[in-house]
Structures are given as C-alpha cells and as structure tokens.
C-alpha cells in the first residue's frame, strides 16, 4: 500500500527558529512536492524535486528552501520562520509516465509560528 | 495568468439526490484535470482523472466531464451519502514534473 509520511502532525514554534519538515514516501517516486493550504487560497505549490539533488521553485518559495538528498526523502526548511508562515504543509509524490499521474499526499503538518 | 475557479465555496444537498461541482480555468491547455477529496485534518486524496480528449469518466457513484472549449470540469456524486461529505478539489498538471495547481475546493455537505 502506498504511503507518504510526514514527520510531525502537529507543530508550534517561535517567530525566527529555522523549521524542518520532512516528508518520506515509500513508492519510489521520482517527483515529490511541498504544498501549504490556507483556507481561501487552496493548495499551493512552494517548491518540487524531480530527482535527488534536484529542486525546483514552485509558486511561493520565498522564506522556504528544500533538500532532497535521498529519493524518499524531501525536506522542507523554514530558514527563519515567521508568522505568515503559520498554515498547513502538505507533501505528496508521483512517478513519470502516463497513467501514473496520481498525487499521493502525507497527512499534513499543521505548524503554527508564534 | 493561469487560474482555476470552483465556483462554489459550500454546497448542501439532501441524501440521494445528485451533488454537481464545477470547476472552470483560464489560461491553461492542460493535459488532464484532477479531481481530489479532502477530509478535515487530512491530506487530499486523488479520485478520478480525466485527459484533454476525453469527454466523460465514470467511477461507481462519480463522474467526471471535461469540455476544453468552454474550459469546465464538472463533478458528479450520484446518490450522495452524508458519507461524501467532504471538500472536493480540482487540479489541472503543468510542466515536466506535473505540478498540480489547485482550485480552492468546494465543501460539500450532504443532509440526511
């Protein structure tokens, strides 16, 4: 069965503290995604890798930086976090090729910056 | 620029009639849509696809449309549950790695 697992469900940290989230998935996908969902904006894209070592920005990937030093492994880092920052992070993979489109997606972290 | 619009933020409909969702974009020539559910708490989860030329999907209770001219998706749940009740989102793919760009989904209820 496939599965995507994210390290922490619930988090809360300080205004200026550097943020880990990590994110693991067990299908060896190649693509693998950071989204953050707010309500009324959706799900939005920050950043993606399509292979070890490569990173990609997606649509808001100011105060967000990523690594992927392992292919089931896609971290997420808040260099200095912030209140604005205070949302729910979601990870998902996928493989290439037609008729693997489908998104798997983690349980999501709710972190709240105080 | 891209954007997709679900064009209801909430729906309510009495247990066994038909929910329809919709979900219209511009700016995009997308390969195929998406369509995900999502329960409060929890990540989404993909439900149908459908590609550009395709006109209609069919999963057990949900079907799916897709009409590249007038740029719509729309979203069936035939005989609803209070068990569908969840909030449904659209997504379109883009680039080489198929980012999914989402619409805001729509929460939808469904009254015994």
């Known amino acids: 069965d496939v599965k995507v697992t994210q390290s922490s469900r619930y988090l809360v940290k300080r205004t200026g503290e550097k943020v880990f989230l990590e994110c693991v998935q067990d299908?060896?996908?190649?693509?693998m995604f950071w989204y953050r969902q707010d309500p009324g904006l959706g799900l939005r894209l920050i950043y993606f890798?399509?292979?070890?070592?490569?990173?990609e920005k997606g649509d808001i990937p100011e105060g967000y930086s990523v690594s992927r030093e392992k292919k089931e492994r896609f971290s997420l880092i808040l260099e200095s976090a912030s209140t604005n920052q205070t949302s729910m992070y979601l990870c998902?993979?996928?493989?290439?090729?037609?008729?693997?489109?489908?998104?798997?997606f983690g349980p999501g972290t709710r972190l709240l910056v105080l | 620029s891209q954007k997709i619009e679900q064009n209801s933020e909430a729906l309510n409909i009495q247990e066994g009639k038909t929910a329809t969702l919709t979900c219209n974009y511009t700016?995009?020539?997308?390969?195929?849509l998406q369509w995900y559910r999502q329960d409060p708490g929890r990540g989404p989860v993909f439900l149908l696809l459908?590609?550009?030329?395709?006109k209609e999907k069919r999963k057990e209770r949900l079907k799916v449309t897709f009409d590249t001219t007038l740029k719509q998706s729309l979203f069936h749940i035939t005989a609803s549950q209070p068990a569908d009740s969840a909030t449904y989102l659209c997504?379109?793919?883009?680039?080489?790695?198929?980012?999914?760009?989402f619409g805001s989904g729509t929460q939808l209820t469904v009254l015994p």
């Open positions: 998902a993979s996928t493989a290439p090729g037609e008729g693997l489109e489908t998104q798997y």
């Open positions: 299908m060896d996908h190649e693509n």
């Open positions: 890798s399509y292979d070890v070592k490569m990173k």
């Open positions: 700016n995009y020539s997308p390969a195929y």
């Open positions: 459908i590609r550009e030329n395709e």
């Open positions: 997504a379109l793919a883009r680039g080489s790695a198929r980012q999914l760009t």
